[in-house]
């Protein structure tokens, strides 16, 4: 079975940092666009950043200059490096990716989640 797994978070201090990994395992042919949600208590859950699989990334506003999304091919595996945290950036973390699978007759692409990962900066 096809599936996101996530490590990685945790509880930190303010201005400390924290790196989250996001593994597609099962039966994989391919990766497309990978990024990186989080929801906090209340909100909806945005994008905090994406990495196509040519490598082009976009970031929210409010992470610039402080969070790095990146990606190693060879392990399937997104990354997101979260450096000068705030308090504010406290939520559960979500990562999305674009898998190619395969049945019995044919392959196609898929959108998937992984399960979240909690995040929570200390002030």
């Known amino acids: 079975q096809v599936q996101l797994v996530e490590s990685g978070g945790g509880l930190v201090q303010a201005g400390g940092s924290l790196r989250l990994s996001c593994a597609a395992s099962?039966?994989?042919?391919?990766?497309?666009?990978e990024g990186w949600y989080r929801q906090a208590p209340g909100k909806q859950r945005e994008l905090v950043a994406d990495i196509s699989s040519g490598g082009s990334t976009k970031y929210a506003d409010s992470v610039k200059g402080r969070f790095t999304i990146s990606r190693d091919n060879a392990k399937n595996t997104v990354y997101l490096q979260m450096n000068s945290l705030e308090p504010e950036d406290t939520a559960v973390y979500y990562c999305n990716a674009d898998l190619q699978t395969e049945n019995t007759y044919s392959t196609y692409w898929s959108n998937y989640w992984g399960q979240g990962t909690q995040v929570t900066v200390s002030s």
């Open positions: 099962g039966s994989v042919l391919g990766v497309g666009t």
